[in-house]
C-alpha cells in the first residue's frame, strides 16, 4: 500500500536523507577536484614508486589527466550516492568517493613538485603511516576497553605518557627491553587504577577526572624528568631499544613486506591486539559483559554481572595497553622528553570516536589520521603550497563532523560516562 | 520573564550538584513528596528549620571546624597535595635518598635531610608568593603579590568560562582553544590598528572576547543544533585553535619582521593594561578587570533572567523545556559568554605584562588549569576567584622555588592536580581525616553525564 509508504518516507527525513546528503557532499568534492586540482596539476608525470627512494617499480599518471580522472570517480561515487542506492553500498561508495579526492589531491601536489621530486615513495608512505599511527592505535584501544564498559576515558594522553615514562626509566635502570616493557605497561595501568578508582569508588566526574590525570601525568614525568633524568641521562634516561624482527616470507611481499613486515614488536602487537580485542568484545563471554555493563548496567546486574568488578579490570587493562603504547615510543624511537606524547592521546580519543567505538574502526581512523600526518611531512618536504597546519587540523575536523552527524552517526555506548550506584 | 523569586539558588548548597542531590534525594527517600524534585530545580528548595534551638556561635564553629565543610575539606586537600609533593621531592634528590639507605643505622640522617629540602623548597614557594621576610623596599617586598597577582588575572577569567558553563549543563574544555583565538585577535588588533590610547586597549580587549565567542559559538550550536557532544567538539577545537595559532605566526603582516623564529609583532603600548603599581612590578589592570568579570558573573548567575534560565537548563533541561526556556538558546549563549570570558582570559596573555607578542606558547595552560580552578572553587563566581588567587600563588611561588631550590616547576603542575584530586573527591579527604559530615552542606563534585 502506498499510504504508510509516504508516512514512513515523510518521517525518514523526505528526499534529504543521510546518505544523500553525504552524497551530495561527495559529489561536489569530486567536481571541486577535477576542475580545481586539475586546473592546478602539471603535465609532469605523477611517479608512485613502490620503494623508499625515485627508482624501481612504479604507477605512473600523467598529472593533469590524472587529478581529473580521479576526481571523476569521486564525483560519480557521490552521485551514485545522491541517486539513492541500497544503504549495503554506502560505506563502499564514500570509501570510493573519499579515496578518489585525496589521489585526485596528490597527482596535483606531486606532478606540481619541484622538477626531480615529481615522486611519492610508497613504502616510506605506508611505513610511516604506520608508525605514526601507532600510539595512536594503543590509545584508542585503552579508549574502547574503557569505553564499551561505561567509563570515559580522556585520559589515554596521561597513560601513554606515563608508559612511557615508566618505560624509559626503567629500561634505563634495569638495561632491560623487557623490564622496560611490563614497567611501562604497569606505568599506564597507574594513571588508570586512579581513574578506575575515583570515578567508580568516588563517582568523581569520569570526564573531569581525565582532564586532571592528564595533568597529573604531565606535572609527576615532568618534574621527575627534570629532577632524574637530566642530571644523569645516561643513568635514567638512556632506555635499550627493540630492534627490528623481519617475518619471514611475509617480508618479500611487495609494498607491504618492506613497510610492515621489517618493523619493530610494537606495531605487531598494536596490530595483534586489534585482533584479538575485536574478537574478544565481539565473541566472547567477557565481551557480551563489558558490552551490556557499558550500555545497560542496571540490566547487566541482575543478570548476576558483577558490574564494578568488570569495569575496574578492563579500566586496568586499558591502562597497560596505553601504557605499551607510551612505550613504543621511549623503547623504540626516541629517549623521554617532557611532555612528549603531545597531545597524541586527544588524537586517539578522536579516533576512537571517529571509529564509532569499535577496534576495528579505531584501527582504521587511526590509520587515517596516520596517514594525514605523514601527508603534511611529504608535503612539506616537497615544498607545497598547502600549510602542513592544516593538515594537522584534519584529524580534529573530522571528528568534529563525525559527531555532528555529518558522515553518519556516532553513539557512544549508552552508559559510558554514568556511574553505576547498585541497589 | 522574570524571576519570580528574588533570592533564588540557595547559597549554601553546591551548585553544581543541585540537580544530582535532588535526583538521589528522590530516589533515596521515595516518600518524599514529588514535587521536592521540581523545588529544587527552580532553585528555591528552601532549608528545612532546624529542629533544636539554635547553639551558639561558637559551638557551631568548633562544630564545623572538624566537619567535611568546604573550607575544611580544601585546606586538607592542600595539606594532602603538599604531603604527596614532599614525598616527590624526597624520592627525586638523590643525596637525601641516599641517607634512607641506613636508616635504621641513623635515622636523624635521614630525617634532617628530608626536613631540610622539603622546608626550604616550600619556605621559597611562600617567599615567592606571599611575603619574602627578608625583602627590603618597597618594590622587593610587594613583588610576591604583584607575581601573584599577575599569574591570578587570566584564570579568573578561564574559570569563571569553565564555572559558568557547568552551571548550564555544559562542560567546556574549551576554555583553552577559545583563549587561544582570544589571544589572536587580541594581539592582532594590538599591532595593526593605529588608534589613540584608551581606545586602542578597549577595541583590543573586545577583539579578544569576539574570538573567544566565535570559538564558543561553534561547540554551542552544534550542541544545540545535532546535540554533538560538547565535551569533544570542544577538545578538538582546542587542538585546531593551536594550529591556527601556529599557522597565523608565520604569515607575512603578522610575523615580526626582525625575527627570524616564531613570534608576531609587539603590541602597541597604547594597547597594553596599564600597570598598577609601577614599572618595576608586573601586576597590571587585568586582575581589576577580573574582580569586575566575577562580579559580572556572579550578578549573571543569580540575579538575572539568563542566570535563572542558564541554571534550570544546567539542573534539568526537560523540566526547563516544560517550563518553556529555549534549551537550545540557552546553550548557544552559555558557550558564547564562557568564550567572550576564556577569550579575556587570553587577551589578558598579550596585553598585560606577560608577554607583548604572540609566540606559540603564549597561552600557556590557562584554558586548562581554568578547569581545576572552576572545580576547586566550586563552581561558584567568588569561589573561582579565591581559586584563583591560590593557583596564581602556586605559580608565582613556583617560579621561586625553581630558581632558589632547583625544585622544578612541574611540581606546580602535580600540586594543583592533586589539589583538585582530592576536592573532588571529599569522600576520600573525609575518611582519611575522619571528619564529622557536615550539617549544612553536602559535599559531592559529581557533575558525571557522560558523552
Known amino acids: 500500500m502506498a499510504v504508510p509508504e509516504v508516512a514512513v518516507t515523510a518521517v525518514d527525513e523526505g528526499f534529504w536523507t543521510r546518505t544523500r546528503k553525504t552524497g551530495a557532499v561527495v559529489l561536489a568534492l569530486g567536481l571541486l577536484a577535477a576542475v580545481l586540482f586539475g586546473a592546478l596539476a602539471t603535465d609532469q608525470q605523477a611517479r608512485f614508486t613502490l620503494s623508499e627512494t625515485e627508482g624501481g617499480a612504479a604507477l605512473e599518471i600523467n598529472g593533469t589527466v590524472g587529478a581529473i580522472l580521479f576526481g571523476l570517480i569521486a564525483a560519480a561515487a557521490g552521485a551514485a550516492l545522491l541517486a539513492g542506492v541500497p544503504k549495503r553500498w554506502f560505506t563502499l561508495l564514500l570509501g570510493v568517493g573519499l579515496v578518489g579526492f585525496v589521489l585526485s589531491f596528490l597527482c596535483w601536489q606531486v606532478s606540481a613538485a619541484p622538477a626531480g621530486s615529481n615522486f611519492m615513495p ?184 558483577k558490574v564494578l568488578r568488570l569495569r575496574y579490570r578492563n579500566v586496568i587493562m586499558a591502562g597497560l595497553v596505553a601504557g605499551v603504547g607510551g612505550a613504543s615510543y621511549t623503547l623504540a624511537l626516541f629517549s623521554f622528553t617532557k611532555n612528549m606524547i603531545g597531545g597524541k592521546g586527544f588524537i586517539a580519543l578522536a579516533a576512537l570516536i571517529f571509529g564509532r567505538w569499535s577496534p576495528t574502526g579505531a584501527l582504521l581512523a587511526a590509520l587515517f589520521f596516520g596517514f594525514a600526518d605523514q601527508l603534511a611531512t611529504y608535503l612539506g618536504a616537497i615544498g607545497s603550497s598547502i600549510p602542513s597546519q592544516f593538515l594537522a587540523m584534519l584529524p580534529y575536523l573530522a571528528t568534529i563532523l563525525a559527531v555532528a552527524g555529518l558522515v553518519g552517526r556516532v553513539r557512544a555506548p549508552a552508559a559510558d560516562g554514568k556511574p553505576y550506584i547498585k541497589g | 520573564m522574570s524571576n519570580p523569586n528574588p533570592v533564588s539558588g540557595s ?98 640522617d635521614a630525617i634532617n635531610s628530608s626536613w631540610t629540602v622539603v622546608s626550604e623548597a616550600y619556605a621559597n614557594l611562600f617567599k615567592g608568593a606571599i611575603f619574602d621576610p627578608e625583602a627590603s623596599g618597597f618594590t622587593a617586598a610587594l613583588s610576591p603579590i604583584s607575581e601573584t597577582l599577575t599569574y591570578t588575572a587570566p584564570l579568573v577569567f578561564t574559570g569563571l568560562s569553565v564555572a559558568l558553563a557547568f552551571r548550564g549543563g555544559l562542560f567546556n574544555i574549551g576554555a583553552q582553544g577559545q583563549a587561544t583565538i582570544g589571544v589572536i585577535l587580541a594581539a592582532a588588533a594590538g599591532f595593526a590598528l593605529p588608534l589613540p590610547p584608551g581606545v586602542h586597549l578597549l577595541v583590543a580587549l573586545i577583539a579578544g572576547a569576539a574570538g573567544g565567542a566565535i570559538w564558543g559559538f561553534i561547540p554551542g550550536i552544534l550542541k544545540a543544533r545535532t546535540g554533538a557532544h560538547e565535551v569533544i567538539n570542544t577538545i578538538m577545537l582546542n587542538y585546531v585553535a593551536v594550529y591556527f595559532l601556529s599557522w597565523i605566526i608565520i604569515q607575512n603582516g603578522v610575523q615580526n619582521p626582525r625575527r627570524a623564529d616564531a613570534i608576531s609583532k609587539p603590541v602597541e603600548a597604547s594597547a597594553q593594561l596599564p600597570r598598577l603599581l609601577g614599572d618595576n612590578l608586573r601586576v597590571h589592570a587585568g586582575i581589576l578587570l577580573a574582580v569586575l568579570a566575577t562580579w559580572f558573573v556572579a550578578w549573571l548567575l543569580n540575579r538575572s533572567t539568563l542566570g535563572f534560565e542558564l541554571r534550570a537548563v544546567g539542573a534539568n533541561p526537560d523540566a526547563a523545556r516544560t517550563a518553556g526556556i529555549s534549551v537550545t538558546k540557552t546553550f548557544v549563549l552559555v558557550m558564547v559568554i564562557a568564550g567572550v570570558l576564556a577569550g579575556l582570559g587570553g587577551s589578558n596573555m598579550v596585553l598585560g605584562s606577560t608577554a607583548d607578542a604572540l609566540t606559540p606558547q603564549v597561552v600557556a595552560q590557562i584554558g586548562f588549569d581554568g578547569i581545576l580552578v572552576a572545580l576547586l572553587g566550586r563552581v561558584k563566581p567568588w569561589g573561582v576567584l579565591m581559586a584563583a588567587l591560590l593557583f596564581g600563588a602556586l605559580q608565582a611561588g613556583g617560579n621561586r622555588m625553581q630558581s632558589y631550590s632547583g625544585i622544578s616547576l612541574e611540581l606546580v603542575t602535580v600540586l594543583q592536580a592533586l589539589i583538585v584530586i582530592f576536592i573532588a573527591a571529599p569522600a576520600l579527604v573525609k575518611a582519611i581525616f575522619q571528619l564529622r559530615a557536615a550539617r549544612a552542606a553536602r559535599l559531592q563534585t559529581s557533575l558525571a553525564k557522560g558523552w
Request: charged share 15%; aromatic share 8%.
Open chain 1, 122 to 305: 610508497l613504502v616510506n608512505v605506508v611505513r610511516n603511516t604506520f608508525v605514526l599511527a601507532l600510539p595512536l592505535i594503543f590509545g584508542a584501544l585503552a579508549g574502547v576497553l574503557c569505553e564499551r564498559s561505561g567509563v570515559v576515558n580522556v585520559a589515554i594522553e596521561g597513560q601513554l605518557l606515563m608508559g612511557a615514562f615508566s618505560g624509559a626509566l626503567f629500561g634505563s635502570i634495569s638495561g632491560s627491553v623487557w623490564v622496560g616493557l611490563v614497567a611501562a605497561a604497569i606505568g599506564g595501568a597507574f594513571i588508570s587504577l586512579l581513574l578506575a578508582v575515583f570515578a567508580i569508588r568516588y563517582l568523581v566526574d569520569q570526564v573531569v577526572m581525565g582532564i586532571v590525570l592528564n595533568l597529573l601525568a604531565v606535572g609527576i614525568t615532568g618534574f621527575l624528568y627534570e629532577r632524574l633524568m637530566q642530571t644523569d641521562a645516561t643513568k635514567y634516561n638512556s632506555a635499550p631499544r627493540f630492534g627490528t624482527w623481519e617475518i619471514p616470507l611475509l617480508k618479500d611481499i611487495p609494498l607491504i613486506g618492506p613497510a610492515l613486515f621489517r618493523s619493530n614488536i610494537f606495531l605487531y602487537l598494536g596490530l595483534l591486539l586489534v585482533l584479538v580485542i575485536h574478537f574478544a568484545l565481539f565473541r566472547t563471554r567477557w565481551g557480551l559483559r563489558t558490552r551490556s555493563v557499558g550500555e545497560h548496567p542496571t540490566a547487566a546486574d541482575t543478570l548476576g554481572v
Open chain 2, 11 to 108: 547559597p549554601d548548597k553546591e551548585p553544581a550538584t543541585e540537580a544530582q542531590e535532588a535526583r538521589s534525594e528522590a530516589r533515596a527517600n521515595p516518600t518524599a513528596p514529588a514535587g521536592d524534585s521540581e523545588r529544587a530545580v527552580a532553585a528555591t528548595a528552601t532549608k528545612e528549620p532546624p529542629a533544636e534551638p539554635r547553639p551558639s556561635l561558637g559551638r557551631l564553629f568548633l562544630d564545623n571546624l572538624w566537619a567535611a565543610n568546604t573550607v575544611t575539606v580544601t585546606v586538607l586537600a592542600v595539606l594532602l597535595a603538599m604531603l604527596v609533593g614532599a614525598v616527590l621531592i624526597i624520592v627525586s634528590d638523590p643525596a637525601v635518598l641516599a641517607t634512607y639507605g641506613y636508616i635504621t643505622a641513623r635515622p636523624s
